[in-house]
């Protein structure tokens, strides 16, 4: 008898609790939306400028191109960078062993573009835990170019990429450059569409919000522009090899060493890979885990960026409070809001190829990139390249072993980093 009264009182109350939270992170998650409108708007312009700027100025460049077997569509995006409309680059290719199916078709696709310079190298087993740096680390060495442009496997880019790329190097305050990408489902599953609409949007978004306030200090690892002399001024590529963020953590580290860190107008394309729902969901959890680790207070408030988890929880609240007109408002509010920010991002930014689908599948991506970053602080465990590692403060990751292989007696052995 004398806890029912607090049961109750506890019971009434949950609803207006409910519902002042819900109005906090729609308003913010509003503020939020007019940032990144007018950051978009300031991204575009920008562009315009440099549209009819043009530049004299083509340095010789080494592409370094990181290898991890064979991919769907691999020897086409692989097509585009022996195509570039630039004078002068090599091409760095890079996998653990020869036998790589990558870079085997590498090989195959560099036969038939004799004049561009191409080297092949392997790593053997990696040195460090983020087997990537390995290959950066390798490819550095063996460059000619002083200033090294790094992608992705999953990139696809067009015949301006280095030129464009290239261009805000003329200015030597320039230590790297980098570019956002337009997610691209080449399949047809609902959830690569899901998973491209949040590489066009959500990141592109929080991108130039981060850049409005307080200019570039990481970068994007779909493409990394930077000078050799700025890498070895941090220490070498090999430092980054405990990170799981390493592209993050490069572009940090020369922005804190005092050169700019430019964020190119030239928007490239990043293919979706994911197409089951497994798949996909554990990827984006992992994104989400990376930023938790690598920038803990900016991920936290990263709840407040989103919109439809609050505008349902407003709906819900006020049906049980009896003032559904409140709710529907709400609700319909949060959906508004996100498909303007997806038509704004995509349209204007982007250039999204499907931009009303984009836009009409965003507030369902917004829902869902709640939930992940709710599930970001489930764990510290993620899933990469078929290895599990563990995520540790300021993102520093390292391998670890089952319970079942490690441990005859059942305690998890964690295995260190490599050197």
């Known amino acids: 008898m004398f806890f029912a009264p607090i049961s109750l009182f506890s019971i009434a109350t949950i609803p207006r609790v409910l519902l ?14 007019a940032l990144v409108l007018v950051a978009a708007s300031r991204f575009a312009r920008r562009r315009r400028v440099f549209a009819g700027d043009e530049r004299d100025f083509f340095p010789f460049l080494s592409l370094l191109k990181p290898l991890h077997g064979d991919e769907s569509g691999l020897e086409s995006r692989l097509e585009g960078f022996f ?18 199916a990558g870079l085997q078709l590498a090989r195959r696709v560099a ?33 000619r170019s002083e200033i090294l442009v790094i992608s992705d496997s999953d990139v696809q880019v067009d015949r301006a990429y280095l030129r464009e790329v290239a261009a805000p190097f003329a200015d030597s305050n320039v230590g790297l450059v980098t570019c956002l990408y337009r997610g691209v489902a080449d399949g047809k599953s609902l959830w690569s569409r899901l998973e491209a609409t949040a590489m066009s949007v959500e990141m592109a978004a929080g991108v130039l919000v981060a850049e409005y306030i307080e200019g570039m200090r990481f970068a994007l690892g779909p493409t990394m522009a930077v000078r050799g002399a700025c890498v070895e001024e941090i220490g070498g590529f090999g430092t980054l090899g405990r990170y799981c963020a390493d592209d993050f953590v490069l572009g940090n580290r020369i922005a804190n060493h005092g050169h700019k860190v430019v964020l190119s ?4 394309d990043h293919v979706v890979l994911n197409e089951g729902f497994l798949q996909s969901i554990k990827h984006q959890v992992r994104w989400m885990k990376s930023t938790r680790f690598s920038r803990p207070k900016g991920h936290l408030g990263t709840a407040l960026t989103f919109s439809l988890a609050f505008g349902l929880a407003i709906f819900a609240a006020s049906i049980a409070l009896g ?3 409140l709710g529907i408002a709400a609700l319909a509010w949060s959906i508004v809001s996100r498909m303007l920010l997806a038509a704004m991002v995509g349209g204007a930014v982007v250039h999204e190829g499907n931009l009303w689908r984009t836009v009409f599948l965003y507030p369902l991506r917004d829902l869902m990139g709640f939930c992940f970053w709710a599930a970001s602080y489930a764990s510290n465990k993620i899933l990469w390249r078929g290895e599990i ?31």
């Open 389 to 419: 590692f563990e995520l540790l403060r300021d993102g520093v990751m390292r391998r670890y072993v089952p319970e079942a292989l490690a441990n005859p007696i059942g305690k998890e052995t964690l295995l260190p980093p490599r050197p």
């Open 83 to 100: 195509e570039q409309d630039y004078p002068s680059y090599e091409i760095l290719f890079c996998a653990r062993d020869n036998g790589d």
């Open 20 to 33: 002042a939270a819900g109005l906090v992170g729609l308003l913010c998650s509003s503020i939020y939306c």
């Open 265 to 268: 107008h030239h928007v490239i």
């Open 111 to 143: 036969q038939r573009y004799p004049q561009i310079p191409v080297q092949f190298l392997t790593t053997g087993e990696p040195a460090y835990t983020n087997a990537k740096v390995s290959s950066l680390e390798l490819m550095g060495l063996a460059a």
């Open 323 to 325: 003032v559904p007109q």
